[in-house]
């Protein structure tokens, strides 16, 4: 297993290298780069009006602006859309600020270099440390992403194996439509059902539509500050979890099943043993092989991807917020640090994801294959 680890541990230099390459190509041939979106700005044809100009950048900008406008009549360099009118010079200062007076692959470099060092730099538009801003928004995600997969494991583990049990049964058949519906509607509709029942929407009004805590959080007490936590929680949370929980249902329910019509199965049952000691003793471990290895993966998937709608419904200011804002506005450091970040974080999971292999099942060894 060590010799198997440090393959895996060697192998993720090369593929977080290559997904940093690819991303950056495709970044460089996007329209719409951090230069032009304060040329856009600075004349007066953004369109995001939430887009600020970060201090560093602000300041020389702001001071150049009168600079800008007199040399109105000159050509500002044909690659950026809206530059039409601006100092060529004024223009190359832009680039200097964002560091695009570099070639792509010299920037790429040192970009890698930083990033090895765990360097990410400020965001273009909020004149803030990338790693300050990925920290403050990360209680949120953490919160939605934990919750949500412990929640969805708990209901679906259960639910798939009594599905599996009595497959075919009416009790199999109504949980199926549920699961069913949940399928098909997505979470952020079931969000928006939950604020108009039970967030003041049209009846009820129990929960708060914003916010991971109350504003007076620092005042409560502790146990108080337990419950004002869950309470913001509850809809969030309820959302994600009906529109999660069908895939690892399905999942649960079919492995039981095909280990269920195995003859070791029936071999057991032959010598006597009760169901639930067949079923728990001898299936679960095989059967639950892919469920619980996948519980790494399950949990970065909501944290940084699932979530970017139900943060937005409920005001809910986390990453996946923060990696739409720097889409949205052209914030390299942003992208491309979370990116970083995030890519390392999922690669060491899935080396993790082994791991629950090796614990729900210690016969498998990784070492061991056949040539």
Known sequence: MFAYIVRRLLLIVPTLVGIMIINFAIVQVAPGGPVEQLIAQITGTAIEATARIGGAAGGEVGGQRQQAQAGSDAQAPSKYRGARGLDPEFIKELERLYGFDKPAHERFLIMLGNYARFEFG??????RAVVDLVLEKMPVSISLGLWTTLLVYLISVPLGIRKAVRDGSRFDVWTSAVIIAGQAIPSFLFAVLLIVLFAGGSYLDWFPLRGLVSDNWQELSWPDRIVDY????????????????????????????????????????????????????????????????????????????????????????????LGFQAVINRDYPVMFGTLYFFTLLGLLLNIMGDFMYVLVDPRIDFERRDV
């Open 122 to 127: 400020n965001s273009y538009f909020r004149d």
């Open 230 to 321: 869950f309470w913001h929680l509850t809809l969030p949370i309820v959302a994600l979890v009906i529109g999660g929980f069908t895939g690892l249902t399905l999942l649960t329910k079919n492995s039981f099943i095909e280990e269920i019509n195995k003859q070791y199965v029936m071999t057991a049952r032959a010598k006597g043993l009760t169901e639930r000691r067949v079923l728990y003793g001898h299936v679960f471990r095989n059967a639950m092989l892919i469920p619980i290895a996948g519980f790494p993966g399950a949990f970065v998937g909501i944290l940084f991807t699932g979530a970017l709608l139900i943060e937005v419904i409920f005001s809910l200011d986390g990453l996946g917020l």
